[in-house]
């Protein structure tokens, strides 16, 4: 309803481009598996989905855009991702909604984890994980019958709360993994380097002679951790630097 009021082209919602009902670029924050990725979609962080966005949105060149976002900080952040102007006008959701109304979207969001998305049913099929539990029409009904349908789904994932990883964590889960290994008989020091777009680790280490030869103990472990972090932290890996730094002889 407020994009049709303001003659919006397209609508931008976690991770999306909308138009009329349609998917036109990107892909759903919600199709994410865990929380940290989903924020991290929604905002635009992985380069190859930004990338195909911006391609569109160049291509596209449209007059006016409305990007859904849960803050102003938000929609600035999505804005800068996607080299967009800094938006001309806020609208809050207490401007288009009843406090009845906003309460109930909270309850259907916290206690039974249902969001909506403004697209139609056949087109949030294609590339979501959750489950579609159902959909709802618009106010404005058009030739096209995906114009203003809504479609609610069940993340795989919950919104509910906040969510921060710390260092201490990313070191236990890279010093737990190493452990594993028969020729690492000590790790003497994990940095961790945080950048815009994904975390990088230097990791020092005393080891044995064994099956494989330093080169390649050094190689597996590379691949364990970067492997390991990403799986359970939703985060990208940019670089694991392993230094054989000590080696215990028998």
Sequence with gaps: MVAVENEVDYIIDDGLVIAKGRIMAGKSAKAEKNLVR????????????????L??????????????????????????????PYPEMFIDITEVASAEEIINARRERHEKGQHVIPASRTQIRKNFAGKLVGHLRGLFRTVDKEDGERTIVRPPFSFFGELTIESSAI????????????????????????KEDAISMEISLQVIPGKMDFHRLGLVNQKKVASAVSYFTGMDVDGVDIHIVEVMLP
């Design 171 to 194: 070191l236990d889960l890279v010093r737990h993994v190493l452990s594993s290994n028969p020729q690492i008989t000590g790790i003497k020091d994990i940095r961790v380097r945080y």
């Design 55 to 84: 391609a569109f949105l160049q291509k596209k060149k449209p007059k006016k855009l409305m990007i859904i976002a849960t803050s102003i900080s938000m929609a600035e952040k999505i804005t800068r991702a996607l080299r967009l």
């Design 38 to 53: 989903a924020i991290r979609r929604a905002l635009f962080q992985f380069p190859e989905h930004r990338k195909a966005v």
